[in-house]
């Protein structure tokens, strides 16, 4: 098994900064989300479906890493009632997401540029919060444990957090099943190995996700009430935690 680039060595906040910025179109796609991970299009639906189904009176919504905004997009073509306030470290990203709910959405558009780990927002206030394919660029257990009490934070007493991302397995061989063979076979499937090996690069160099068990843990211990799984098929999981 090959040896996982070390936290330390990993891509900067700035360098993947610099790589989204010129990556928009890409994660501007409703139909499809993005093509490397896997059920994209289905956890889009489950989550913004989840989310109208478990706050029929949504006001604040809080997109976190929202890229060009499909997950807002979404949940505000369902229910354009909401105040959304969107961040991410890109401004062209925040640009995008705001110009495509532009429209769509009738509350307000509020846009953050900035590392969620230096985020200040005020507490108790938000419905609900979206962080998917954001977390993994999260590195040590301080900042995990930073950012989890920071959400839980600014939720609302019985205000959720709808996470979808790329996951590790804690056992070594599980993963290396799960992620290097069978998430390996639909990136090939996907175009072809040099694609797989280009994109396993790219996650090992800027990348460093974490156990479901280890983020729903953490959950529970900075104070959710409630962790409930959504969906996890191979290295991607779905799952949501209510205050
Ligand atoms: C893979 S994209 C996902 C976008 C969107 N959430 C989606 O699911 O379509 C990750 C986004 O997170 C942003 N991002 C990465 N690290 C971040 C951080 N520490 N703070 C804020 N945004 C971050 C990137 O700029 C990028 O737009």
Redesign the pocket.
Same mark, same amino acid.
């Given at each position: 098994m090959q040896v996982p680039t070390p936290l330390h060595l990993k891509s900067s906040?700035q360098d993947?900064?610099n790589r989204?910025n010129n990556d928009v179109e890409r994660?501007s796609n409703l139909e499809t989300?993005?093509q490397t991970t896997i059920d994209a299009a289905y956890n889009l639906d489950l989550i913004t479906e989840g989310i109208v189904q478990c706050h029929p009176q949504l006001s604040e919504v809080l *997109?976190?890493?929202?890229?060009?905004g499909?997950?807002s997009l979404k949940l505000a073509l369902q229910q354009p009632g909401f105040n959304s306030t969107l961040?991410?470290?890109?401004e062209p990203?925040l640009l995008k997401a705001k110009e495509r709910m532009t429209g769509v959405l009738n509350g307000n558009i509020t846009t953050i540029q900035? *590392?969620?780990?230096a985020l200040d927002l005020p507490g108790n206030y938000f419905d609900t919060i979206i962080a998917?394919?954001?977390l993994h660029?999260l590195r040590d257990d301080e900042d995990w444990q930073m950012v989890f009490s920071k959400i839980h934070r600014w939720l609302k007493p019985g205000g959720s957090v709808w996470i979808?991302d790329l996951i590790t397995h804690d056992n070594p061989q599980l993963n290396h099943f799960l992620y290097n063979n069978k998430y390996g076979n639909y990136l090939s499937a996907l175009k072809d190995d040099h694609y797989k090996n280009a994109v396993f690069e790219y996650i090992d160099k800027e990348d460093s996700p974490r156990s479901l068990s280890f983020q729903t843990s953490l959950l529970k211990q900075v104070g959710f009430s409630s962790v409930e799984i959504l969906h996890k098929h191979l290295c991607f999981a779905s799952f949501v935690g209510f205050k």
């Amino acid at each position: 098994m090959q040896v996982p680039t070390p936290l330390h060595l990993k891509s900067s906040t700035q360098d993947i900064k610099n790589r989204f910025n010129n990556d928009v179109e890409r994660f501007s796609n409703l139909e499809t989300g993005q093509q490397t991970t896997i059920d994209a299009a289905y956890n889009l639906d489950l989550i913004t479906e989840g989310i109208v189904q478990c706050h029929p009176q949504l006001s604040e919504v809080l *997109d976190l890493g929202c890229g060009a905004g499909n997950f807002s997009l979404k949940l505000a073509l369902q229910q354009p009632g909401f105040n959304s306030t969107l961040v991410d470290l890109s401004e062209p990203m925040l640009l995008k997401a705001k110009e495509r709910m532009t429209g769509v959405l009738n509350g307000n558009i509020t846009t953050i540029q900035s *590392d969620i780990r230096a985020l200040d927002l005020p507490g108790n206030y938000f419905d609900t919060i979206i962080a998917t394919a954001v977390l993994h660029h999260l590195r040590d257990d301080e900042d995990w444990q930073m950012v989890f009490s920071k959400i839980h934070r600014w939720l609302k007493p019985g205000g959720s957090v709808w996470i979808f991302d790329l996951i590790t397995h804690d056992n070594p061989q599980l993963n290396h099943f799960l992620y290097n063979n069978k998430y390996g076979n639909y990136l090939s499937a996907l175009k072809d190995d040099h694609y797989k090996n280009a994109v396993f690069e790219y996650i090992d160099k800027e990348d460093s996700p974490r156990s479901l068990s280890f983020q729903t843990s953490l959950l529970k211990q900075v104070g959710f009430s409630s962790v409930e799984i959504l969906h996890k098929h191979l290295c991607f999981a779905s799952f949501v935690g209510f205050k």
